[in-house]
């Protein structure tokens, strides 16, 4: 069973840096695509930010020239580096593996870590 898990520190004024973390465990050979997304009381999860395999990059126009993806291909890890962080930017990050192979199945999927969440106070 594939697993990701968040780390990082939630409370940070606005203007600070912050760094999460996200690592996906389990019998894993590859994964296509990992990245981060947000989500806020009565709103849609959105993108933040997401890294292919290949190195390509998406990213929230919101977000652009702030925040800085990257990613451990060997360890299965994925970092989100948050600079000049605002208010707006307050919300529950999650974790995302899209195109996951693991050794149990012959099928790609997509995994989910629970959540964290960030706090940028003004």
């Known amino acids: 069973q594939v697993q990701l898990v968040e780390s990082g520190v939630g409370l940070v004024q606005a203007g600070g840096s912050l760094r999460l973390s996200c690592a996906a465990s389990?019998?894993?050979?590859?994964?296509?695509?990992m990245g981060w997304y947000r989500q806020t009381p009565g709103k849609q999860r959105e993108l933040v930010a997401a890294?292919?395999?290949?190195?390509?990059?998406n990213w929230a126009d919101s977000v652009k020239g702030r925040f800085t993806i990257s990613r451990d291909h060997r360890k299965n890890t994925v970092s989100l580096q948050m600079n000049s962080l605002k208010v707006e930017d307050t919300a529950v990050y999650y974790c995302?593996?899209?195109?996951?192979?693991?050794?149990?199945?012959?099928?790609?999927?997509?995994?989910w870590g629970r959540g964290t969440q960030v706090t940028v106070s003004s």
């Open positions: 995302k593996a899209d195109g996951v192979r693991d050794v149990s199945s012959s099928y790609y999927s997509d995994y």
């Open positions: 890294i292919t395999s290949g190195g390509s990059t």
């Open positions: 389990g019998s894993i050979l590859s994964i296509n695509t």
